[in-house]
């Protein structure tokens, strides 16, 4: 009996309809982002996103770009990704993005269709998470190039010279990367705070709190925080002169794939406990 | 196929939401046909549907649908459709979208879908409507979507949590309609519903629940037997009902009378229904009383429901 029990659990994995779960992942994932990517309810959002790239205009188009200034407004590009989209813009985006999810949906009294679908609870979560993905990055992926295009372009052919030929195009990368595994790290929160309580707002504050005191903290506890990740994924260290001193702490320096996986694990651990709990989700609106 | 693979089960259940009851202990068996689910507001009727598909969880017992059980959600939903009380919609879509999306999320091709929304969208008569925004709808269409969505990839079972709220008599009519032939056709339908005299036309059995307990089930003639000891209420059409009255009152389980609007009849109310029928066929062989028709007046849900439950939901 005991030879045969792997074999069996073997078999059952495979005779598990995985075509079906797939072409139903595929579906719901696209109807949540038709449904929710190009929304007025988003357009504050739209606003924390794109905000930099605003100020970056102004900057393009009223102060002068000389060659020196590139160095200094690569400093400024690096803070406000390290500053503003990790602490601020991604956290408070991916937000209203994941947290709309399950709990939007609780409060608008439509989440019981998805569940009398025949649908695994379980695909319903991962493809929502899906979805807000999409969004998410491509709401913050897409500013990032923005605010890229709007610090760079205005010193002409220097500028150019720096992103295809220097170290541009490096940290461009390494952006994107940060604001992709930023949504997917904040979004799995976010949607797992949707599933556990009715305001996840106060939810979300202790763990911007938590986020903002983690480099203090010993090794192991900055292991459950996203930020910490995101941060030695950083192409440079910003320095850490006036305000941003305060907002700064040397921690011991992680590889950027250490970091990068340390991250992808924490959002799979996260993703595995709101799969459980989805399961024992009950509808009961009158108390919503 | 076994007994119990084409009944709705409920094995010893019970649901509490934190200290309060839901429903306490309830054991049904639900075999096909037409079944209402019959009690006050708050008697547990939601929650009984809402266990039965999956949308709370019960504290204690067992429930299965023809063998299934919401856990395996691939396959359970393919039998069961629920059309929910909740009168609430994803924001933005057309009644087509609505249909549209949930279809294609049973993994069947597009088309398929496409021509499985059309289908609902006939069958339960809402027409160029379905192409318009939800929001815009009259509470009769947006009662008329939600049916349309739970039986779009026909069911074996369909669970009907108020179904006639909102709509005009006309469309009460079509959608009563709708359910006897679905009931014909072998399918479980479990209808919760406050205008009993409808709904009692087309159901097979009936269940009484009140407080979160289950006062009694089965055919509605059965559950009548059931309440022997409650007066029941017999029609007489005669031509002289104050005589047949008079001779009715000489015996003590005849406690009340009143006559037809038309003067042609009269209402007596018996609590023991075979001496009764014993004394009318004595008092029409004496020819006294010509008697041209006797019907049970309160054989009815609505009725059973008054009887064992009260107008003001306390079970009796």
């Known amino acids: 009996m005991m030879a045969t029990k792997p074999s069996s659990l073997a078999t059952r994995v495979k005779e598990q309809p995985w075509g079906l779960w797939w072409l139903q992942a595929r579906r719901l994932t696209r109807i949540e982002v038709r449904r929710n990517l190009l929304s007025w309810r988003a357009t504050w959002i739209y606003f924390l996103a794109f905000i930099p790239a605003l100020i970056i205009f102004i900057h393009a188009v009223f102060d002068s770009h000389a060659r020196l200034q590139m160095t200094d407004d690569s400093d400024v590009l690096a803070g406000i990704v390290q500053f503003y989209y990790i602490r601020l813009g991604i956290f408070f985006g991916c937000l209203g993005i994941y947290s709309r999810l399950i709990r939007g949906e609780m409060i608008e009294r439509s989440l019981h269709y998805y569940l009398l679908a025949p649908v695994r609870r379980e695909i319903l979560l991962l493809s929502k998470f899906a979805a807000g993905s999409i969004s998410a990055v491509a709401l913050f992926g897409t500013a990032i190039v923005l605010d890229f295009i709007l610090m760079y372009g205005p010193f002409g052919s220097v500028g150019y010279d720096y992103v295809f030929n220097g170290p541009g195009l490096g940290q461009l990368e390494a952006y994107l990367a940060i604001v992709t595994l930023g949504c997917l790290g904040y979004g799995a929160v976010f949607l797992l705070f949707s599933i556990l309580f009715r305001n996840p707002m106060p939810a979300a504050l202790l763990l911007l709190g938590w986020e903002a005191i983690n480099p203090v903290l010993p090794s192991l506890l900055q292991r459950i925080s996203v930020a910490s990740y995101l941060r030695h994924l950083m192409p440079f260290t910003v320095p850490g002169d006036g305000i941003f001193a305060l907002l700064t702490v040397e921690t011991e320096p992680v590889p950027g794939w250490a970091a990068a996986v340390g991250l992808l694990v924490l959002i799979a651990v996260v993703l595995s406990y709101s799969c459980y709990r989805i399961r024992r989700l009950e509808i009961r609106y009158t108390t919503e | ?316």
Not at chain 2, 223 to 245: G, S, T, Y
Request: proline share 4%; glycine share 10%.
């Open chain 2, 1 to 316: 196929m076994s007994e119990m693979n084409d009944r709705i089960i409920f094995e010893d259940v019970s649901k509490f939401y934190g200290e309060v009851l839901g429903v306490n202990r309830v054991s049904l068996s639900i075999p096909p046909g037409i079944t209402t689910l019959v009690g006050p507001n708050g008697s547990g009727k939601t929650t009984l549907m809402n266990l039965m598909t999956g949308l709370v969880q019960p504290s204690s017992g067992k429930i299965s649908v023809l063998g299934f059980t919401p856990d395996n959600a691939d396959e359970f939903f393919r039998v069961v459709g629920y059309c929910t009380q909740f009168d609430s919609f994803p924001r933005g879509l057309t009644g087509w979208d609505f249909l549209f999306d949930g279809l294609t999320l049973y993994g069947m091709s597009e088309p398929e879908a496409f021509r499985l929304a059309g289908e609902a969208i006939e069958r339960v008569r809402l027409g160029d409507a379905a192409g318009r925004k939800i929001a815009g709808y009259s509470k009769g269409m947006r009662q008329k979507i939600r049916l349309a969505q739970a039986i779009a990839h026909h069911p074996r079972v369909l669970v009907l949590d108020e179904p006639l709220n909102g709509l005009d008599p006309m469309a009460r009519a079509e959608s009563l309609a709708l359910f006897e032939e679905l009931g014909r056709q072998g399918m479980h339908l479990v209808i919760s519903s406050h205008i009993l005299d409808e709904v009692d036309r087309i159901s097979d059995r009936v269940v009484l629940i009140t407080g979160g307990y289950l006062v009694a089930e089965g055919n509605i003639h059965q559950v009548r037997q059931e309440v022997r000891d409650k007066p029941m209420q017999v029609l007489i059409r005669c031509d002289n009902p104050e005589l047949l009255a008079s001779k009715m009152f000489a015996v003590n389980h005849c406690v009340e009378a009143r006559l037809h609007g038309d003067g042609r009849g009269i209402f007596l109310r018996t609590r023991d229904l075979d001496q009764f029928y014993t004394l009318l066929n004595g008092i029409a062989a004496e020819g006294l009383v010509r008697i041209e028709a006797v019907a049970p007046a309160d054989d009815d849900t609505s009725a059973i429901y008054n009887y064992l439950i009260g107008s003001d939901g306390s079970a009796s």
